[in-house]
């Protein structure tokens, strides 16, 4: 099914955001599903997109600890770094500061806001999403992270 123009300019305009673009936009649209949204006649997971925020997770911790095993951090000052760039706080934070919360597909029940958690897993599904369509190559993952400001300090 062809997406309509509306909607092919605003997951172009999110790609853009990232700096990546999806080969599988399938992944794209299940990583901005939070639980509880509802799209007919389309196969989504029960939880939204907190499979792939897991993922995300995951990826984001691996990415930041890698970056600082590679530049002989200490494990003290890769963990203090973990705490702060993938706290949901931060996390949300990013996830607005970069507008992500216009794409985001709610909830009815929880009205037109998105909430502060459901960014922060919002952010951590388009990294797990972006890792699974790049065939997880990390250098990849990397850029989207520095993208959207998640990374290591330069």
Known sequence: MPLSSTLAE??????????????????????????????????TRDGGHKDLAQVGDAVLRMVLILHGYQARKTRSTINNTISANASNANLAATGFDKTLDHFVMINPAQGRTVSNGV???????????????????????RSVIDTLDLGWPA
Do not use: C, K, W
């Not at 699974?132 to 990849?140: A, G, P, Q, W």
């Open 119 to 141: 960014m922060a897993s919002t952010v951590e599904a388009l990294i797990g999403a972006v890792y699974i369509d790049s065939n997880m190559d990390i250098e990849t993952v």
């Open 10 to 43: 605003r997951v172009e305009t999110l790609q853009h955001i990232i700096g990546y673009t999806f080969t599988n936009q399938a992944l794209l649209f299940e990583s901005l599903h939070s639980a509880g949204f509802y799209v007919p006649a389309r196969s």
